[in-house]
């Protein structure tokens, strides 16, 4: 069960935050709660390239082979996308974009440390045990038996699979690691998440 990574759009800040459960995939920063998005974060965008309106870009999306094929992308918290016309995919985890209405350096360079979204209707179908980020915030989570752990407020990547962090009830946080051992049963319409915490194990 991944758990992808395109970062979610909180109203004012996935990437596009999606994955599926065990299995992590993603960014390596924490995501913060919210609503199902408009838009999912598939990037930050850094310094300008070129003379004239390119912008490179560090990818925070599990799916950067998608990124050629969408037309259009918010920059930052503009509320009007911008028609993309080019995206070329550099080293790992980078690219560079021109998108319509930037022509210099200095445009370009006002974006710089903001995110980059797509609209969520561009985002990559999920096979069956895959769940994006923001399906999976606030999600009450239990155990076998019943017992409340607490609820997801945030999913952290280490490379090897994601973890889930659950603030129990005293306020602490129970780190989860998103594995099928630990992670039995996951209910988005109802919000629940069924787990075996390893200490319980």
């Known amino acids: 069960m991944p758990t992808m990574s395109d970062t979610q759009q909180t109203p004012a800040p996935d990437s596009e935050a999606a994955a599926?459960?065990?299995?992590?995939?993603?960014?390596?920063?924490?995501?913060?709660?919210?609503d199902t998005p408009q838009r999912l974060q598939v990037g930050i965008i850094g310094a300008p390239h070129g003379i004239r309106g390119?912008?490179?870009?560090?990818?925070?999306?599990?799916?950067?082979?998608?990124?050629?094929?969408?037309t259009q992308v918010y920059l930052g918290e503009e509320e009007k996308p911008r028609r993309l016309r080019s995206l070329s995919i550099g080293g790992e985890n980078s690219?560079?974009?021109n998108v319509a209405g930037l022509a210099s350096r200095d445009e370009a360079g006002e974006y710089r440390g903001?995110?980059?979204?797509?609209?969520?209707?561009?985002a990559k179908p999920l096979d069956e045990d895959e769940y994006y980020w923001h399906q999976l915030i606030d999600m009450t989570v239990v155990t076998?038996?019943?017992?409340?752990?607490?609820?997801?407020?945030?999913?952290?990547?280490?490379?090897?699979?994601?973890?889930?962090?659950?603030?129990?009830?005293?306020?602490?946080?129970?780190?989860?690691?998103a594995i099928r051992d630990v992670v039995l049963?996951?209910?988005?319409p109802n919000k629940r998440m069924v787990a075996k915490p390893l200490e319980f194990a």
């Open 95 to 97: 690219a560079v974009i």
């Open 20 to 34: 599926a459960t065990p299995v992590a995939e993603g960014e390596t920063t924490l995501a913060a709660a919210a």
């Open 54 to 70: 390119g912008m490179r870009v560090r990818l925070v999306t599990d799916f950067p082979e998608r990124l050629p094929a969408i």
């Open 114 to 122: 903001q995110p980059l979204y797509i609209d969520i209707r561009d």
């Open 144 to 177: 076998p038996e019943g017992e409340t752990l607490g609820v997801l407020r945030s999913i952290m990547q280490t490379g090897a699979n994601d973890v889930y962090i659950v603030t129990q009830p005293d306020g602490k946080d129970l780190l989860l690691p």
């Open 185 to 188: 049963e996951i209910d988005v």
